[in-house]
């Protein structure tokens, strides 16, 4: 068998000659001719095509690099064993790996404003090297500095918005308080005498809602009422606080929602409440003293120049009424609020029930307290990739050595609670151990209020419901359409976009004004609108 072998082939072998290269390397090996052919035969091509490649890089130029010439360019000189040598200057990454003076950032020279005005002067300057890259930095970190003051700026304003009491709601809580005074008809009895019993009937669907928001309570009610296939075995328990409980009040009796059973009842309603020590008093007190001391307020948090955006987002919201409303806090309690019922669903008033709420009573919960969805897992990640490590300090000790960073999280806002399962644990005394842990540790096992402690609290208690119960995020983020949040059992406005606020996102605020009578002469006098 006779080998030819192409003369562009030839150069590249040993100078000793191909038939000594053919001695060698069959003489060990015992290669017969035909595989010798093939291997030549392939290695001609390859080195055809790495030819090819190089020349069409090269007629495109540096300008233009079409998908070929790029290849070419990147894996010819690779086989044939040379590596391409960077064309940047070695000054350039010195000077933007320079780590930044803080004196010469507040000290420099007004830098570009635009790529444009960038370009328009290192063409007039014509720099060397160093220059140019010291201008680029300069530029950027400047960008970098106005983007975070801009970023920042952004989440004092929402922190501003979502804490602070809108007037309208000012308004209707006011008149309602004196209907509550002057209209008997606002006074009434909730719920009517003959209906009593069924407050600890446990034959009935018990709903628990613990807030200080009439307007949010009463979309809730309503939405909660009108979706219910069997709604004259509801009870609805409503807990306020003091000075929200006349106003609450009057607006249930002027709004009754039949054939429900709607109870409003004031904390100091409560026996256990009034006497003696109440642990969830004593942690606002101390948690609320402590915040203040080591947060120093919102402008201590903004006034930060070291930390991220992010992470002085989470400390405004840390702040938030919301985390020290004793409304928040008050459902670790629920076994001595209601002593005689068995199992209860307890709703957040920034949630919006749309479908029947009775097949939650059917769930097997495996002698498990708390029916919650788990935030670890959807198509949605975004809001469904909250872990452990998510709310708690991994980087403490006394967290890392008990818990888990990638156990899956699971969300408050609509939950079952098994009060008979409940009662046979030590659940509400592991929430205050925690809280007492957290106020010992400046606070630094935890950011924001009470799901983080209730995470620890109920660990190994609770039991996986189907994500359809609860759809979370409406409040801090709109990539959920209008479709998938109706599709949902219940949504939930959890985020600082509340939707009786202003800021609240106006594709998704609909689903929750729907639920709002406009035309009520309360509503329209306080000038609640639907947009």
């Known amino acids: 068998m006779q080998l030819h072998i192409s003369p562009s082939l030839r150069h590249v072998l040993p100078a000793k000659g191909f ?3 053919i001695k060698v390397k069959i003489g060990s ?8 052919f093939y291997c030549l035969l392939f290695l001609t091509f390859l080195l055809r ?3 090819v490649l190089t020349a069409i890089d090269t007629i495109d130029g540096e300008r233009k690099c079409s998908t ?5 360019k990147k894996i010819g000189p690779r086989i044939l064993g040379k590596r391409l040598e960077s064309t940047v200057p070695e000054v350039i990454y010195r000077v933007l790996e320079e780590p930044s003076d803080q004196t010469d950032t507040q000290t420099r020279p007004e830098s570009p404003q635009t790529l444009e005005e960038f370009i328009a002067e290192m063409k007039d300057g014509r720099p060397d090297a160093k220059t140019f890259a010291v201008k680029l930095k300069a530029m950027v970190t400047q960008l970098e500095e106005r983007t975070r003051t801009a970023k920042i700026q952004e989440y004092l304003y929402r922190h501003v918005a979502s804490s602070s009491i809108p007037k309208q709601l000012h308004c209707l809580a006011l008149k309602l308080a004196h209907e509550h005074s002057t209209n008997s008809n606002a006074r009434l009895q909730l719920p009517s005498p003959e209906l009593v019993p069924a407050l600890v009937d446990n034959s009935y669907f018990h709903f628990v809602l613990a807030s200080d928001n009439i307007l949010a309570a009463s979309v809730v009610a309503s939405s909660l009422v009108t979706n219910f296939i069997r709604p004259e075995k509801i009870v609805l328990h409503i807990i306020t606080d003091r000075k929200t409980y006349a106003p609450m009040q009057a607006w249930f009796s002027l709004h009754p929602l039949t054939p429900a059973v709607i109870e409003v009842k004031g904390l100091h309603h409560f026996d256990w ?4 020590r109440v642990p969830v008093m004593e942690a606002m007190e101390k948690d609320q003293k402590a915040r203040s001391q080591f947060r120093g307020g919102s402008s201590a948090i903004v006034a930060n120049k070291t930390e991220k955006p992010k992470i002085i987002a989470a400390k405004l919201q840390a702040l938030s009424p919301k985390y020290n409303s004793l409304m928040n806090h008050i459902r670790i309690h629920l076994p001595e609020l209601f002593p005689s019922l068995d199992k209860i669903v307890f709703l957040d008033d920034d949630i919006v029930v749309q479908t029947d709420l009775s097949p939650l009573w059917d769930i097997d919960m495996n002698g498990k307290v708390n029916g919650a969805v788990e935030t670890c897992r959807g198509e949605d990640k975004y809001v469904m990739s909250k872990r452990f490590k998510s ?9 890392a050595e008990h818990f888990d960073p990638s156990e899956c999280a699971w969300a408050y806002g609509m939950n079952i609670f098994d009060l008979e399962e409940w009662r046979k644990t030590n659940i509400s005394h592991t929430y205050y151990y925690w809280l007492q842990q957290n106020l010992k540790s400046d606070l630094s096992l935890w950011q924001l209020g009470t799901l983080p402690p209730g995470l620890i609290a109920f660990h190994g208690h609770v039991h996986t419901i189907d994500p359809f119960w609860h759809m979370l995020g409406l409040g801090y983020q709109d990539n ?6 109706q599709s949902a059992g219940v949504i939930h406005f959890n985020g600082r976009a509340k939707p009786w606020l202003d800021i609240a996102f106006p594709q998704l605020r609909p689903l929750w004004t729907k639920y709002v009578n406009f035309s009520d002469k309360l509503i329209k006098s306080c000038h609640i609108r639907a947009s």
Do not use: D
């Not at 090996?29 to 010798?36: A, G, P």
């Not at 070929?68 to 070419?72: P, Q, S, Y």
């Open 49 to 51: 095509f790495v030819f």
């Open 68 to 72: 070929l010439g790029c290849l070419g």
């Open 19 to 21: 038939k000594e290269f």
């Open 29 to 36: 090996k015992r290669l017969s001719y035909r595989m010798v």
């Open 480 to 485: 959920t359409t209008l479709a998938e949040a």
């Open 273 to 276: 409440f009034t006497k003696g």
């Open 391 to 399: 709310y708690l300090n991994f980087s403490h000790p006394l967290i």
